[in-house]
């Protein structure tokens, strides 16, 4: 059973729901207008089934290693891993990182920086405020990828957007990797899809391998499972490969 | 009844499909795939209005398998053969990007020889997933020749891999460190003779493929995606260069030697079908310029590959790394928790890029371009499907 699966309409085709979609990407004058959408607390006992369809061990090992991992912390630490991590940011790095900095302040936290790759946190509330800021004022113009990491430990789920140019001939080869975090039992995040077009079929991607719904995005549906897909999202770390 | 260009206008300015629900009863649905009426491993939803196509929803996930799954459950030396699967033909550069990712989290140093080596291999194969992709697009377009030349000269390029890596399509050659073993014997005579060959055949190419009136007829001014859209949609490798935006990996990011490589990145200014048919043409040529340069800077003697503890790991991290595909921007983002085996594993593929603008240009178009529209994004279902 996946989470949310209730919420989400089966209609592939339909006529009226793509129609809505697509006007609103295509109409620049509406980007602006979409507001951060606060995540609103589930109704719905999803949660609660999947947690007790697969519960999550403490002892398995993804679970007892992922403190340790990058940026794993949750909020409150999440300064602790960029103190050891960062020698000192290049000076490019440091002039787009200063930029997103004096725009919104302590909301955005720079996770690290080496050569061509920062990676800034915030808070879901705050993600297509920061996303419109980097594609207005600094040029990130599309993303390369979408990955959700699961951390039970933290009960959290991460989401990553990798975010390159290709207007600006100096940010070519720069990857911004923009992370929020939410809540695993009731994971849903803002989507991007009114900022970057091109985070539609990532995003779908992410929903259904790790159940994370993107309030606002027009098809929060299966996309490359089988369509009788029938168990929790299987990049969840409480889904086992059989026989391993 | 509004009349059918104007309905299309519609559609296409609006990117997605549109069709009035009373409507609905004139349209006709076919399903296109996954079992290769013109697709390979992938389906789509169309809809028909007469044999104009006014909708269009991809379907991916045939050959889905769980290789981002199948990642966290193996170290990284056991990723190696079966990350190349999703697109054997270029599983070089598949293993490209995860090798650089994987020594970055490591932290190994590869040594300069195996650098060469690795790039040698991948622009190989680069042009081995180009030709067969080339002898696709021929025989969809109903060009038979365009079917047998390039698959005919493929195999000497997969006889000089072989001699390299000792297989035909699945390497598993690039490995982290560099590579698995040094090229044999005379290998440099004999690329350089396939090189002069190869470029006397791309003109042979052009005579009688891109200069054939029929394919010309075909795919010029079918399915433009501007520049704008191009950079909205996020697109990446031929489909993108052929949209006017000259992004090549190799130079924006440059890894490994290429920074010491001279090349240009070619692009074109039209964006139709014709450009991203053509785009990989004279990427084949230029690459056989990068082989050369190659072939010639490499140094005479020393180690191939680094050695690696028997199970290797590092401290926790995050790397993501890309090369340049055949299909455009490859990359792999790539969690590490401290353990031999990774944590999570995102490959992010151009394939799956680019099928994003499948939608946006087919609809209007007539259904007899669907062919020349889909295969010319170079689009490989496997590898989007992962």
């Known amino acids: ?244 | 009844m509004t009349s059918i260009e104007e309905k299309f206008e519609e559609s296409k300015r609006l990117g997605l499909q549109i069709v009035k629900e009373s409507e609905e009863e004139r349209l006709m649905t076919l399903s296109v795939g996954p079992q290769h009426p013109g697709s390979g491993h992938f389906r789509f939803v169309i809809k028909v209005d007469g044999d104009y196509i006014v909708f269009c929803d991809p379907d991916p996930g045939y050959v889905h398998r769980g290789e981002e799954k199948m990642c966290e459950y193996r170290n990284v030396i056991q990723n190696i053969p079966h990350l190349e699967r999703p697109v054997i033909h270029d599983s070089a550069n598949i293993n490209y990007s995860y090798s650089l990712a994987i020594e970055e989290l490591i932290g190994i140093e590869v040594p300069r020889r195996g650098q060469f080596i690795r790039a040698i291999a991948s622009e190989l194969n680069r042009q081995v997933y180009t030709l067969y992709w080339l002898a696709i697009y021929g025989i969809f377009l109903g060009h038979s020749t365009m079917f047998m030349w390039p698959t005919g000269d493929r195999e000497l390029l997969i006889d000089l891999l072989e001699a390299l890596t000792g297989a035909r399509v699945t390497h598993a050659f690039n490995i982290p460190g560099g590579v698995r073993n040094d090229i044999p014997e005379g290998f440099k005579d004999r690329c350089l003779g396939q090189i002069k060959y190869l470029q006397k055949r791309f003109k042979e190419y052009e005579d009688i493929f891109y200069n054939n009136p029929l394919f010309r007829q075909r795919t010029e001014g079918v399915a433009v995606l501007s520049k704008e859209d191009a950079i909205k949609l996020g697109v990446t490798g031929s489909v993108l260069r052929a949209s006017n935006v000259p992004f090549d990996v190799r130079k924006a990011e440059p890894y490994d030697i290429y920074n010491e490589i001279d090349f240009k990145v070619q692009y074109m200014k039209t964006g139709d079908c014709f450009a991203r048919a053509y785009v990989p043409l004279l990427d084949m040529q230029e690459s056989c310029y990068i082989l050369e340069q190659l072939l010639d800077k490499i140094p005479a003697s020393g180690e191939v590959r680094a050695k690696l503890q028997p199970n290797p790991k590092g401290p926790p991290g995050e790397a993501y790394r890309r090369v340049e595909s055949g299909r455009g921007a490859l990359g792999y983002y790539i969690v590490s928790d401290g353990t031999p085996k990774p944590y999570r594993v995102k490959i992010s593929v151009g394939s799956f890029r680019n099928i994003l603008a499948l939608p946006h240009l087919l609809v209007g178009q007539r259904l007899a371009d669907m062919p020349a529209v889909y295969w010319a994004l170079n689009y490989w279902p496997v590898e989007a499907d992962r």
């Open chain 1, 1 to 244: 059973m996946s989470t949310n699966n209730n919420e989400e309409p089966k209609k592939v085709g339909a006529s009226s729901q793509p129609k809505d979609s697509s006007t609103t990407v295509t109409d620049s004058a509406t980007k602006q207008r979409q507001s951060p959408q606060p995540s609103s607390p589930s109704s719905t006992s999803s949660a609660s089934t999947e947690s007790k369809q697969s519960p999550a061990k403490p002892s398995q090992p993804p679970a007892a290693t992922s403190s340790s991992a990058p940026g794993a912390g949750s909020r409150g630490n999440a300064a602790a891993p960029p103190a050891k991590t960062q020698p000192e940011p290049p000076a490019f790095e440091k002039g787009l990182i200063d930029q997103i900095k004096n725009k919104f302040g302590e909301t955005v936290k720079v996770l690290f920086i080496k050569p061509l790759r920062i990676k800034i946190q915030v808070d879901p509330q705050d993600i297509v405020g920061v996303a419109n800021f980097v594609r207005d004022n600094l040029g990130f113009d599309h993303a390369e990828s979408v990955a959700g990491t699961d951390y039970p430990k933290d009960n959290q789920i991460e989401v990553i957007y990798h975010l390159g140019s290709y207007t600006r001939q100096d940010l070519a080869g720069h990857i911004l990797w923009l992370t929020t975090r939410t809540d695993r039992d009731d994971a849903r995040l803002p989507t991007l899809i009114n900022v970057f077009k091109s985070v539609e079929y990532h995003e779908r991607e992410c929903y259904e391998m790790l159940g994370v719904y993107f309030e606002g995005h027009p098809r929060n549906e299966r996309f490359l499972l089988p369509e009788d897909w029938a168990d929790i999202p299987p990049l969840r770390k409480d889904f086992k490969i059989k026989g391993r």
